[in-house]
């Protein structure tokens, strides 16, 4: 296991129905068709020539919303390639893309634009302003786009066909806020210089953790605890790592466990927060406020000897700090934040990673989405479909008709 996992708290007698679950999680196991995705590995080849050509570019604009861009942003943060550089861009409000066109050479851009139903407004707003961008700086439209959308005859795919655009394909079996594990998380991340054998390789071995464990798999036994919690009253799910490089992946959960179990009346409120940070905002209320809360921590090694600092001050603020790294003060402050939580009665999880890698990062998505699929079946709701949303969609339609 790549990730070390510390509930603090006893799991036994988590849920009484445990044979439904056994039997939803042998079935997904099974015939899952994300599962199988992630055990074969010739999609990512495929992606190579596409990869080189983006990573020609100094700028590489990607388009999307939703899980069409939380997963590859919260992967391509671990990169620390200088180019190119990565926009990702998810809302469409105009100012931000006045700053954007300011800031980018046409010539020297990519863009790639991601909808998996192709019919996305945001995004295909988002793609014809940049086209329009590009053709008044008359700068080329074929060779500097590209989109992803499933083959099917939607709006994405005329779009690109009118301007002889390249397009991939979205697979049509998987939903956006799962795939992260498709070329829609992988080609950013591989674009950014990170390695998606191994990116899949971690998600793979905790799947097959799942093969050997099932109902024993940490995250299974995640979903059991927060199930338990829920009937006591506990509706807010807290993640809050340590390490900002997984600060998007927190943004990447509170989508996918928020949209998949908000059903029906059901499901727990999904919170991002980070350390330190939300130790000066949310934390007060987490420790002082309503005891409606279930908390992970997210935990790695900060044990680089750069910033190690010195100053011969004689205020004892300073000479605390004195003699210690900047990473010796975020372990301590981690710690700190995890055992006031146990002392004052908060159920805590703590999940360490020894190293912050493309297979580490893998296992954790994987292993939340497997602690999302359980969770699903223990409420009894489809995790693969959001239907209170269509009515704002339809709204949306009629008002810009109305315009």
């Not at 020539?49 to 992967?75: H, M």
Request: aromatic residues 6%.
């Amino acid at each position: 296991m790549m990730i070390e996992i510390d509930y603090n708290i006893d799991l036994a007698d988590s849920a009484s129905d445990l044979s439904t679950l056994r039997q939803d999680l042998t079935s997904l196991k099974d015939e899952l068709p994300l599962f199988r995705l992630v055990r074969q590995h010739s999609d990512i080849n495929i992606l190579e020539e596409t990869t080189q050509k983006f990573r020609n570019f100094k700028d590489v604009i990607i388009l999307g919303t939703g899980g069409s861009s939380l997963g590859g942003r919260a992967i391509c943060e671990l990169s620390e390639q200088s180019l190119p550089h990565l926009h990702f861009y998810d809302n469409i409000d105009p100012h931000s893309f006045k700053k954007l066109f300011k800031t980018i050479n046409p010539e020297t851009t990519g863009v790639i634009a991601i909808s998996k139903s192709g019919g996305t407004a945001e995004t295909l707003m988002q793609m014809l302003v940049c086209i329009k961008h590009w053709m008044t700086h008359s700068a080329s439209i074929k060779d500097h786009f590209l989109t992803i959308t499933e083959p099917t005859e939607n709006a994405m795919r005329e779009l690109a066909s009118a301007h002889s655009i390249n397009i991939l394909e979205h697979p049509t079996d998987i939903g956006g806020r799962f795939a992260v594990f498709t070329l829609v998380g992988l080609l950013p991340a591989m674009i950014a210089g990170l390695n998606a054998q191994e990116f899949r390789r971690g998600a793979l071995n905790c799947l097959e953790d799942l093969d050997q464990k099932l109902l024993d798999h940490p995250a299974v036994q995640g979903a059991l605890l927060q199930y338990r919690l829920l009937q006591q009253g506990k509706s807010l799910s807290v993640i809050m790592p340590y390490i900002d490089r997984l600060n998007t992946f927190a943004l990447w959960y509170r989508q996918l466990w928020a949209e998949s179990l908000g059903k029906n009346g059901k499901g727990t409120t999904p919170l991002a927060a980070l350390g330190t940070v939300d130790q000066h905002s949310q934390l007060q209320l987490f420790l002082d406020g309503p005891k409606d809360k279930f908390y992970t921590v997210i935990t790695s090694s900060h044990c680089d000897p750069e910033f190690k600092v010195s100053a011969a001050l004689t205020h004892p603020n300073i000479a605390l700090l004195n003699g210690r790294t900047m990473g010796q003060l975020l372990e301590a402050e981690q710690r700190a934040t995890i055992d006031t939580l146990q002392n004052n009665g908060c159920p805590v999880r703590v999940m360490h990673l020894p190293e912050i890698t493309e297979a580490a990062i893998g296992y954790l998505m994987m292993h939340y989405v497997i602690e999302t699929l359980a969770m699903s079946s223990l409420l009894r709701v489809n995790a693969f479909d959001q239907p209170a949303v269509e009515e704002g969609k339809i709204l949306t339609r009629n008002y810009l008709k109305a315009a």
